[in-house]
């Protein structure tokens, strides 16, 4: 019986996209005592949609059921870890984490977002961290993550708060679990 120790799953960042010229990938993001493993998600949508998501911070799709923190007990970080399609960002390897908020405008093609934003009489908020870490003694990387939450989170919230708060509490979510993991002085905001 070898007695090794299990590395601690913290938290689970349902969605997050990650933008590419190709196409924009949706990542899952397992929190754990020593790492950030950014667990890339099936293709569930065009990169249409996908772009739109990342400009309007919600997700235009909703029929996509998160996976729960449970869900990836039951999975041994090793095969996380090993399938290239996954991010591993060990957090001693983390520069700097900052949580930006973008306002922003439609393009003329947004008719219908720029309807739906006078109807509501809402501006269409989106926050993204652009986290930045070293993968070896001398090369740095950047990687920007729009938080956009799964229609799963967004849609019962939205019958009781307005957008922009039911955004700045998914990503201020996301800050919290970075902050109990990271070292100190290196999270902005």
């Not at 059921?65 to 869900?71: F, S």
């Not at 919230?157 to 957008?163: A, C, P």
Request: glycine fraction near 4%; proline fraction near 5%; charged fraction near 25%.
């Amino acid at each position: 019986m070898s007695n090794v120790i299990q590395e601690k799953r913290l938290a689970l960042i349902h969605r997050v996209i990650v933008p590419d010229e190709e196409y924009p990938k949706e990542y899952a993001v397992l929190v754990t005592e020593s790492q950030s493993i950014f667990i890339r998600q099936k293709k569930t949508r065009g990169n249409f949609w996908l772009r739109r998501e990342m400009s309007y911070g919600t997700a235009l799709i909703t029929d996509v059921v998160p996976k729960t923190l449970e869900v990836y007990q039951q999975t041994s970080l090793e095969s996380l870890t090993a399938d290239g399609a996954n991010i591993t960002v060990p957090h001693e390897a983390v520069i700097s984490l900052a949580l930006k908020k973008e306002e922003q405008k439609p393009r003329a093609y947004d008719f219908f977002v720029r309807l739906t934003m006078r109807m509501q009489r809402e501006e269409f908020q989106v926050y993204d961290f652009e986290m930045n870490y070293r993968q070896g003694p001398i090369v740095e990387t950047e990687i920007k993550l729009y938080m956009v939450p799964l229609g799963a989170y967004f849609k019962p919230r939205r019958q009781t708060k307005s957008r922009e708060t039911i955004l700045r509490e998914y990503a201020m979510g996301a800050l919290e679990i970075f902050q109990k993991v990271l070292p100190a002085g290196i999270i902005s905001s």
